[in-house]
């Protein structure tokens, strides 16, 4: 309902009856509409930032852990377009705090790319002239858009979109010399 109507247009009647059943039975599962969304962003927040926690940690160096991290984020994207839209779409309309309990107070995901350039900086891998955290919302603001045009089932596979945009990402990022070493 939140992906069809928005918060603001879907009503609690609108999403008892989507699953069925009646308002007053709804109010056994959740304690308000609030409550709902909030569960719906968190979960997909935090299913996501498992992915891309865990694809940081596999081994290689700080450029290659970037990639795959673009990678698992682009695929979960993908695999999950609904929840997706509504998180993008929909966080503002949690009230701050609750926001602030999603996201974490250093944007835990976001800060899972900037950690990662920042490292990858250190190495000499990435341009020295870049900024850490300009970086990581330039490669969330592209990525997180797979949403509006990603199909299921379409021209191009999760996998295939990951790859692309990892590699689209790293290009625009990476020393002279770590290009040369991956894309010889």
């Known amino acids: 309902m939140f992906y069809e109507k928005g918060y603001d247009g879907a009503s609690l009647q ?19 509409k609030e409550e709902l969304l909030f569960d719906v962003i968190s979960t ?51 009230p701050p705090e609750r926001r602030q309990e999603v996201l974490g107070s250093e944007h835990a995901y976001q800060g899972v790319f900037r950690d990662l350039i920042e490292l990858a900086q250190q190495e000499g891998l990435v341009r020295a002239d870049l900024d850490p955290r300009l970086g990581a919302l330039t490669v969330l603001g592209s990525t997180n858009w797979v949403y509006r045009w990603f199909r299921p089932g379409g021209e191009f596979t999760p996998e295939k979109i990951g790859a692309q945009m990892a590699e689209m990402a ?12 991956r894309y010889p």
């Not at 020393?175 to 040369?180: E, F, I, S, V």
């Open 170 to 181: 790293i290009r625009g990022i990476a020393t002279q010399k770590a290009l040369a070493a």
């Open 44 to 94: 997909v927040h935090q299913e996501g930032l498992a992915v891309i926690r865990a694809r940081a940690e596999v081994a290689g160096d700080p450029l290659q852990r970037l990639e795959n991290v673009i990678v698992g984020h682009v695929e979960h994207t993908c695999r999950n377009l609904v929840p997706t839209a509504v998180f993008l779409h929909e966080l503002s309309a949690l």
């Open 14 to 32: 609108d999403i008892a009856d989507r699953l069925g059943m009646l308002k007053g039975s709804l109010y056994y599962y959740i304690q308000s």
